[in-house]
């Protein structure tokens, strides 16, 4: 079977986007996308968009969005799988290459969120959770994670300290990032300051909920070696569930969704943990980013706070993580985070991140999560 | 009368809506597969062990031990009048977990992991409409009738 490459990148400013239509937003970043590539927008034959539906107005988003790229009547669709959805579009359109189906498909992540107010993203959020038994007792997005980050804490000693360390090191990464939503350095004391949102959790545990759209170009082997000189290959796949009740979860102290999309996507790779030069994983809080460590395998079990606190996870350190900024500096528009993610591991295996470049990058990693680990997906992509 | 069952309801029509009468009477129940016997709680009608669609309830204890918490400040619609509120998951004596509010019994600087605690059916006394759920209490706290 062929290989998949990615040939064109592009991704909007993420943020606060009152300026623009979802499919505006999504048009940005495959415009970039198409002229990254250098192919013409007839050369694409699918595309696939992932999107949270909830989040918009429009219903159906899909065919608004292949409407106002003009490239219908070319076959699109929409997947969801919450925070993940932008994984799940690029493993969909990866799928149809390896099955001979299409040769060249575009992959959209777009949404928009500001148009809601907090609580309501609360509330929506929060019903990612089981609505029959938990969602009754108002539970919300960043209540689940600050339950893990108490039970990861009690078990191994993980410190408050240790979560800041997480937020310091990805604003200090947004700051380089222009496409960035927070693009200032924080201090562990500011951090510390800030309002409380679910114990231990305060507001810069969080990331922010955003607007956006980044888009990646897939190819066939073929024909990713004829239009690209510097492809970068989808080389492990991997993609798992965990329940959706976290009731109903082995523990709280890490997602064993994770553990077992890394294991596959390792495994089809040919490839371990010390072979990653650069990672980005879902930080959608500050101990999502640690577990997602010790559920990589880049650090051992309970051993993820001292990891950041030493630098371990900094440019320079074992394995950069998140030197986009991550989901909390950078914004997590959901549907387009996935894209996003592969969008700036394709960035580093090219040599093109600027000031944030990991010096040498071969092996590149995304680690993507949707909801509190009822899904993950994770690649492994290499260059040349 | 699954409706009964939690501040706000987001799914009122179940299998397993038996299970809002039993703790309007004071009474925690998880469902036994009547096939297998395999036993859940959260309560689920088809066994995911043999897929059988045979259940029955069973009684709890209600005696649980805390496995982790948080205190929600940012609440979401619908609860920000509440807020802050303090949410704990159990694991259950008899297997299982549950979520839960803590309830009087509880200060909140007594709070700590690994702590027993009885799981309470309770009935929103504030609300005209039937509205029941149940909360985490200090161990030997009984049903009150209402």
């Given amino acids: ?384 | 009368m699954f409706k009964w069952f939690g501040r706000i309801n987001y799914a009122p029509f179940t299998k397993v809506d038996g299970f809002a009468q039993h703790l309007k009477d004071g009474r925690l129940m998880a469902t036994r597969c009547s096939q297998c016997g395999a036993t859940s709680f959260p309560p689920r009608a088809d066994c995911s062990v043999c897929l059988s669609g045979d259940f029955e309830f069973t009684e709890l204890s209600g005696r649980a031990r805390l496995h982790t918490f948080t205190k929600i400040v940012a609440a979401p619609t619908g609860f920000e009048d509440v807020a802050p509120y303090t949410v704990g998951v159990v694991d259950l004596e008899e297997g299982g977990r549950a979520v839960a509010w803590f309830g009087d019994s509880i200060q909140e600087g007594e709070i700590e992991i690994g702590m027993e605690l009885q799981v309470v059916p309770q009935i929103f006394e504030e609300l005209e409409e039937i509205k029941v759920y149940y909360s985490l209490e200090r161990p030997g706290t009984e049903w009150v009738k209402v």
């Fill in chain 1, 1 to 384: 079977m062929t290989r998949v490459g990615i040939v064109g990148i592009g991704h909007t400013a993420f943020g606060r986007r009152s300026d623009a239509t979802v499919q505006e937003l999504a048009f940005e970043a495959f415009r970039e996308a198409v002229l990254d590539a250098g192919i013409e927008r007839d050369a694409i034959d699918a595309s696939v968009i992932g999107a949270v539906p909830e989040y918009h107005k429009q219903r159906s988003l899909a065919g608004v969005v292949q409407e106002y790229l003009g490239l219908a009547p070319k076959p699109t669709w929409l997947t969801e799988v919450a925070c993940a959805s932008g994984s799940a579009a690029i493993r969909t359109a990866w799928m149809s290459i390896k099955a001979g189906v299409h040769d060249v498909v575009a992959v959209i992540g777009c949404q928009k969120m500001t148009e809601l107010s907090t609580p309501e993203i609360l509330a929506l959020m929060g019903r990612v959770g089981e609505v029959q038994w938990e969602s009754g007792f108002g539970t919300t997005f960043p209540a689940y994670y600050a339950m893990f980050a108490k039970r990861h804490m009690h078990e191994f000693g993980t410190t408050r300290e240790q979560l800041l360390d997480v937020a310091v090191k990805n604003h200090h990464y947004g700051a380089l990032n222009p496409k960035a939503l927070f693009r200032k350095e924080i201090t562990k004391k500011k951090a510390a300051a800030s309002e409380d949102v679910a114990t231990p959790f305060q507001v810069y545990d969080c990331c922010a909920n955003a607007d956006g759209a980044a888009c990646v170009i897939l190819a066939g082997e073929e024909t990713a070696r004829a239009v690209s000189d510097k492809p970068v290959w989808l080389s492990g796949m991997g993609c798992a569930t965990a329940s959706m009740s976290v009731l109903r979860r082995p523990n709280l102290v890490g997602l064993p969704s994770a553990e077992q999309a890394a294991a596959q996507a390792f495994e089809m790779a040919g490839m371990e943990p010390a072979n990653v030069d650069v990672a980005d994983v879902h930080d959608c809080f500050t101990i999502a980013e640690i577990m997602a460590y010790e559920d990589l395998g880049f650090c051992p079990k309970g051993e993820g706070g001292p990891f950041v606190a030493d630098r371990q996870t900094y440019i320079g350190g074992a394995v950069p993580v998140n030197v986009d900024g991550g989901l909390k500096a950078k914004g997590h528009p959901i549907g387009a985070t996935g894209t996003s993610m592969t969008h700036e591991i394709v960035l580093q295996l090219r040599g093109e991140a600027g000031e944030r470049q990991v010096p040498d990058a071969a092996v590149g990693l995304t680690h993507n999560v949707g909801g509190i680990g009822q899904y993950c997906f994770v690649q492994v992509l290499t260059r040349e």
